[in-house]
């Protein structure tokens, strides 16, 4: 079956770096376009960035210029370096593998908080 596994995230203080690996198994990794999600207590899941099977990135306006996006498929994994990080940044962050309607994936989940 098709697995996610985040990591990477953590406690930083304002202004520092993260990265978050998301690890994939069970699935023809290439074909998929790949995503990170976030959702803070109380707000809606929201897109963060994504990477297409082609290598097209999109990135939400917030973090735009500070949050890169980035995958191996040789290894089956995608990564978001977070720069410049910011207490609004604080949030669950969700791995996602999508290429249809009903092949639409998603990881357990990892922590970061930004806070001084």
């Known amino acids: 079956q098709v697995q996610l596994v985040e990591s990477g995230g953590g406690l930083v203080q304002p202004g520092g770096s993260l990265r978050l690996s998301c690890a994939a198994s069970g699935m023809f990794f290439r074909i998929y376009t790949m995503g990170w999600y976030r959702q803070a207590p109380g707000k809606q899941r929201e897109l963060v960035a994504d990477i297409t099977s082609g290598g097209s990135t999109n990135y939400a306006d917030s973090v735009k210029g500070r949050f890169t996006i980035s995958r191996d498929n040789a290894r089956s994994t995608v990564y978001l370096q977070m720069n410049s990080l910011k207490p609004d940044d604080t949030a669950a962050y969700y791995c996602?593998?999508?290429?249809?309607?009903?092949?639409?994936?998603w990881g357990q989940g990892t922590q970061v908080t930004v806070s001084s």
């Open positions: 996602n593998a999508r290429y249809s309607t009903y092949q639409n994936y």
